[in-house]
């Protein structure tokens, strides 16, 4: 039995893809559809679709050259698309476009994309894609209230709290690690003032005597923001070579060390204004300035969503 060519095998993947991102429309290879020319034209991958009442076409070309694919090719494929009355025509290729057919699929209206994959040796691609930090930082300091003189009792973050029966209640520190790891102090940028849960029943202890006291937590947000670059250890899709979006089910990042965030990525003051637009934001918690040996607790968003990164 013959081995399957090369082409056919990036055929099928492309047509195995754009079966997983369109998994409601109807994706065919080598149809054969009647030109308005009368020719019988063979389309490497059909995508049919039912919208309210319209029945919606797109054909892929697609091109396993080992150049890139160049304005003839655009200009022949548009041709096609004229012919068999096409809602919508895309090039997808494995070594990317030059330049003037770039310019000409853009004046045909030709979607140009570019097949990335970490799975197969023969498509191998190294993909990394724009990344953002929102590191929350917090400040704060605690100030004890009570009904006696406090000052000669030393009292700081790490001072041991009792509750009314004299069991232990851990110390502010610990009380204030909780509230920032549990969302008990809000993470939006600013200044204020918090109270543990606790507040009322705290005491400490002068000698053997229990004192009861108040806290209260001053605190202080803000974010630094860092940009910079990760790269994709597991995707298989579509990169668009016009904007750079990408196209695809899932993905899985590298490894990103947040010790090496401030040597290695840009330090930013705001992502209003970036030309670029991150695909890939992450959140990272960090621990109080003032608490650098606690445990930091990070959360990961991904935005746009992955299916649809443009």
């Known amino acids: 039995m013959a081995a399957t060519p090369k082409w056919r095998r990036f055929e099928n ?15 065919t290879q080598n149809e054969r559809v009647r030109g308005k020319t009368g020719a019988l034209r063979e389309l490497d991958i059909t995508i049919r679709q039912r919208v309210a009442q319209f029945d919606i076409l797109v054909v892929i070309d697609c091109k396993d050259y080992q150049a890139a694919v160049n304005v003839k090719n655009v ?10 009355g096409a809602n ?38 190294y993909v990394t894609v724009p990344a953002l930090v929102r590191d929350l930082r917090l400040r704060w300091r605690a100030v004890f209230e009570g009904r006696i003189p406090l000052h000669s ?4 973050q790490d001072t041991p709290l009792f509750a009314e029966d004299g069991s232990a209640s851990g110390n502010v520190r610990e009380q204030v690690m909780n509230l920032w790891k549990y969302g008990g102090i809000p993470e939006e940028p600013g200044e204020g003032s918090i109270r543990p849960a606790a507040d009322e029943r705290l005491f400490i202890k002068d000698g053997e005597r229990l ?11 803000w974010y630094d923001w860092y940009l910079g670059e990760i790269a994709l250890t597991t995707v298989r899709g579509f990169v668009n070579e016009f904007d750079g979006s990408f ?30 637009r991150p695909m890939i934001t992450f959140l990272l918690k960090d621990a109080p300035t003032n608490d650098p040996d606690a445990a930091r607790s990070m959360r990961v968003s991904v935005s746009p969503s992955p299916t649809a990164a443009g």
């Open 247 to 276: 196209k695809a089910n899932q993905f899985e990042t590298e490894w990103l060390h947040f010790a090496d965030i401030k040597k290695k990525w840009q330090k930013i003051d705001s992502p209003e204004n970036l030309a670029i």
């Open 211 to 221: 004192v009861r006291i108040g806290v209260r937590i001053d605190t202080h947000v």
């Open 75 to 84: 200009e022949a494929f548009a041709g096609l698309l004229d012919d068999v």
């Open 13 to 27: 993947l492309v047509a195995d893809l754009q079966r997983s991102l369109s998994p409601d429309a109807v994706v």
């Open 153 to 156: 009792l030393n009292l700081n």
């Open 88 to 125: 919508k025509g895309a090039i997808v290729a494995s070594n990317g476009f030059t330049s003037t057919a770039k310019t000409l699929a853009r004046m045909k209206g030709v979607d140009l994309f570019r097949l990335v994959d970490t799975h197969t040796l023969e498509w191998c691609s």
